[in-house]
């Protein structure tokens, strides 16, 4: 799906800026967080639209 897109490229871009040290080692952290949580999020929300077990 297109978010299961998005998400991978945001977190490759996460990964990026934080191993060029563009943005600090403890907000880097926080984001991937708050990533992983929104698209746990998507993936509920869509599963309850569906009635589908889980996601591939």
Known sequence: ???NICHTL???LL???VLKRK???K???S???ILVFVKLAIDSMLCLHYQAIGTT
């Open 1 to 3: 799906m297109f978010y």
């Open 10 to 12: 945001a977190l490759a």
């Open 15 to 17: 990964m990026y800026v």
């Open 23 to 25: 943005v600090v080692f």
């Open 27 to 29: 907000t880097g952290i």
């Open 31 to 33: 984001l991937l967080y």
